[in-house]
């Protein structure tokens, strides 16, 4: 049996249902062959499942319950893997945004979904069309679940471009976005985060035709989500990766460097009086 790395359950659902597992599977004193023969599945796998480096099946979950004797635990730990809260739409992006060793973002309108704060997401989730309070509050959550990945100890290197207008739409009003403008200012100190802005006197761009994310995996990008009305989605074939890839390079070349990006931050929280 693998002893494998120590988990941290508040990673993600994911990590969470991995430490769920090796928990309840040792509390029952099977090894990973054990009840990998019990569920038909191999050690290998429940190794990786348990390492949080394969996401399980709903198969896999239901077995567990059985071979473990628990009433439903794993199923429902299961389905937080597959992010219910999310919108549909988004939940294929958010499986990989788990793997990636680097994010590469770039956003006109908003501050970018990682980074947002509850009350900023709140807002933002709060105009979609037909949205119910316990939806909003149930994509509230599952966004700030996102955010973990930055606490992981090999956490992703997270780029992140934004445009002037992003700081100064007062989104939420003076408070929620001064609110939101200083947790800018405090996660731009995460040794892998950088945000720069660029600026309004840039001239039209290839950036301005809507947001994207690119997943990058030991240097190569495998998965892109691309933000469009009434629904993004997430592509995962080269050229369209390649291309996306030129864009962010592209608008990059015309952002402030990272510290005045900060400033000019900065600069939009102390004129707002806050």
Known sequence: MSIGKEIDPHESPRALFAYELRRFRQSAE????????????????????????????????????????????????????????????????????QEATGLWCWEPTLVPGLLQTEEYARRVFGASLGITGDEIEGRVVARMQRRAILNRPCPPAVGILMDEAVIRRPIGGAVVMTGQLRFLMEIAEHPQVTIQIVPYETDVHAGLTGGFIIAERNGTAYAGFAEAQPYGRTVDDQPTLNRLARVYDRIRAEALPFRQSLRLIEEVVNQSGS
């Open 30 to 97: 099977l090894t990973q062959k054990q009840l990998g023969e019990r569920i038909g599945f191999s050690d290998s796998m429940v190794n990786l499942v348990e390492l949080a480096k394969r996401p399980p099946s709903q198969r896999f979950a239901e077995l567990c319950d059985q071979a473990l004797g628990l009433d439903g635990t794993m199923v429902r730990l299961y389905t937080a893997t597959r992010w219910k809260h999310s919108p549909e739409h988004f939940r294929p992006w958010l499986e990989e945004e």
